[in-house]
């Protein structure tokens, strides 16, 4: 039974910073390429930053050079983080921990399995 459970966060004034954390556990395989999703009232989630298992990156063109993802896989839980720094309005949102056995279109929430239960991220 695959868990993810994300904590970090919080409400913040415009420019200040959060960091976001998922511990993912119970997996079998681990998974190749875990995402970060958010998602705001009355609009379609999206895909923030993704990183696969080789460590390589990507990133929404919104969020590019303001936030960063990173993974520590050396711990019994694969632990995926998001720093986001000079955090906007139009940043708040319900954020979503994401995980995918494949590494596909890392974008599309149709394509990860498993899903966290989300973690508010306020920017006023």
């Known amino acids: 039974h695959v868990q993810l459970v994300e904590s970090g966060g919080g409400s913040v004034q415009a420019g200040g910073s959060l960091r976001l954390s998922c511990a993912a556990s119970g997996y079998t395989y681990r998974p190749y390429c875990m995402g970060w999703f958010r998602q705001a009232p009355g609009k379609e989630r999206e895909g923030v930053a993704s990183?696969?298992?080789?460590?390589?990156?990507?990133?929404a063109d919104s969020v590019k050079g303001r936030f960063t993802i990173s993974q520590d896989k050396d711990n019994a839980k694969n632990t995926v983080c998001l720093q986001m720094n000079s955090l906007e309005p139009e940043d708040t949102a319900m954020y979503y921990c994401?995980?995918?056995?494949?590494?596909?279109?890392?974008?599309?929430?149709?394509?990860?399995?498993?899903w966290g239960q989300g973690t508010q991220v306020t920017v006023s």
């Open positions: 994401a995980a995918d056995i494949y590494d596909r279109r890392w974008y599309s929430p149709a394509n990860y399995q498993y």
């Open positions: 990183i696969n298992s080789p460590g390589s990156t990507r990133y």
